[in-house]
Each structure stands twice: as C-alpha cells, then as structure tokens.
C-alpha cells in the first residue's frame, strides 16, 4: 500500500533530503509539502530530484486539501504544535521532528490522537545512533541510580533542552529519578550552576559554536563511571532513515508514542 505524505518544513535541513528520499521510494508517495518562504515555488526548485508539478504551500492547512495518509512536521517549536493537531483533526496520522515541545504540549496531542484514533511519532532525534543512547541509557539507569545529562547544541539553536535531551530525560523517568546526595535546591551559590530538573534528571545545556547535536548521560556509582554520549555532524542523512521508519510505522498505531526506541523493532 502506498502512503500519501505531506513534510511541513520541506525547505528545512532536514525537510529538504527527507522530500528526496520520500519521492525515490516505492511505497512512499509525497503529496504536500509546506514551506512558508517557498510558498507557491515548485518544489523541484526547493528540493532536487522530487516532483516538478507539486507546488510548495504556505499552509499545513492548505497543503492537507490534498489527500493525506501522514503528516511529517520539521518546522518550528511556535507552529509545530498547531501543525499537529490542524493534521490530527482530519484524521491525518503525524511524525514529529520538530524539537522544542513540552510535556504539556504533547499531553495535548496525546489526547487529540485517541479522540480521533490516529497515530503519532514524536521523536527528539530520529538518528539511529540517538535512538539507541535513549535505549542504553535507560538500561543503565536500572542498576546506577544517579545520572546527569548534557545538552550540546549550535550557539544559534533557540530551544534548550533540545528535543533530544528531552526524549533522554523522559525516557529515563520511565526508570526513576536520579538520586542527588546534596540537594539541589540547597546549593550554596547559583542554583542555575547545577543545571535543569527535567523529568527527575539534572540537564546542563551547552550553546556554542561548532556544535550540531549531542548528548551525554552520564551515570555516577561509588569509584565507577558510565559515560553513553551520541554526536551527529552537520549533514541530515543520520535523520532520514529513522524518519522513513517512523512513517512506514505510523499508520500501524493508535495515540502517542515518544520515541523512536519503542517502534524501532
């Protein structure tokens, strides 16, 4: 069966060779693509190697008149969740790449979903690399009880904790929270210096140039360390596999799930 896909954010770094990869498949079919700066150009010119006669829309809401199996949202933390749930209440399944969203954002979603019986993907990170230090490091916290998290990001990238650390942290609160000996809220200095609670774990966001995307965790126990760190360069192709699983899968569930971890088998 072949799925109809829609990618807002086809200008993107990501959006760009996602459209490619999704029009060089055989089951995929792209239909819609959204870009607001690209709005009314074909969307050859926008991405190479996709269709010449699909035109770039200015809307999630324009671009889903056509007929739409899956929505995949690259675009901003401001719109993404208004992207989401425009998709949803068509009846249109989504996959979110889009970093930036709260819990309470995807409490919203979560509940959207079941009321309308479709599915979503949301993931802080589709690389596979990223996807297996969120499964590692929630296997860690089973037998070490204390972790932090450190967030690596480019000095221009306005959200913190990106979407990937945010992914980690909520995983790793399936386990529990990380045990603190002296409690934060005590410090003696700026209680900033120890970073974000997020979800029961410490995070500590770093912006500075030369960075793309990484995360570390690492996980403290008496005279012993474990350091589990993902790192991605500055090109997209890590995303893009990831992505076209999540859309395959998709279709195949009811409600939320975060995180690509538990589709991956």
Same mark, same amino acid.
């Given at each position: 069966m072949t799925l109809n896909v829609c990618v807002a954010g086809a200008s993107g770094w990501v959006g760009k060779p996602l459209c490619k990869a999704i029009a060089a498949t055989g089951d995929l079919k792209l239909v819609g693509a959204v870009a607001r700066s690209a709005a009314g150009l074909?969307?050859?010119? +926008? @991405?190479? !190697?996709? *269709?010449?006669?699909? +035109?770039? @829309?200015? =809307?999630?809401?324009?671009?889903?008149?056509?007929?739409?199996?899956?929505?995949?949202? /690259?675009?901003?933390?401001a719109a993404a969740k208004?992207?989401?749930?425009?998709?949803?209440?068509? &009846?249109?399944?989504?996959?979110? !790449?889009?970093?930036?969203?709260?819990?309470?954002?995807?409490?919203? $979603?979560?509940?959207?979903?079941?009321?309308? *019986?479709? &599915?979503?993907?949301?993931? &802080?990170? /589709?690389? %596979?690399?990223? +996807?297996?230090?969120?499964?590692?490091?929630?296997?860690?916290a089973k037998h070490i009880p204390s972790w932090e998290v450190i967030d690596y990001a480019k000095d221009t990238k306005p959200d913190a904790p990106s979407g990937t650390a945010r992914e980690v942290a909520f995983h790793l609160a399936q386990v529990g929270s990380s045990e603190v000996s002296y409690p934060v809220d005590q410090t003696i200095g700026p209680k900033e210096s120890r970073g974000a609670n997020l979800n029961g774990s410490q995070i500590h966001s770093i912006r500075l140039p =030369?960075? +793309? $995307?990484?995360?570390?965790? $690492?996980?403290? !126990?008496?005279?012993?360390?474990?350091? %589990?760190?993902?790192?991605? !360069?500055?090109?997209?192709?890590?995303?893009?596999?990831?992505?076209?699983?999540? %859309?395959?899968?998709v279709p195949s569930i009811s409600g939320l799930v975060r995180g690509l971890a538990n589709v991956l088998e």
């Open positions: 074909q969307l050859s010119d +926008v @991405s190479e !190697g996709t *269709n010449p006669n699909l +035109v770039v @829309s200015g =809307s999630v809401r324009e671009a889903l008149e056509a007929k739409t199996d899956v929505l995949v949202e /690259f675009t901003q933390p208004e992207h989401v749930l425009t998709a949803i209440n068509r &009846g249109v399944h989504v996959v979110i !790449g889009t970093s930036g969203l709260t819990d309470s954002d995807f409490s919203e $979603i979560e509940r959207a979903a079941a009321e309308h *019986n479709v &599915g979503v993907i949301a993931a &802080g990170n /589709f690389a %596979i690399t990223a +996807v297996l230090l969120e499964r590692f490091a929630r296997e860690a =030369s960075y +793309v $995307i990484a995360v570390e965790v $690492i996980f403290g !126990g008496e005279d012993e360390r474990l350091t %589990i760190r993902h790192d991605a !360069g500055v090109g997209a192709a890590p995303y893009i596999q990831g992505t076209l699983l999540a %859309i395959r899968k």
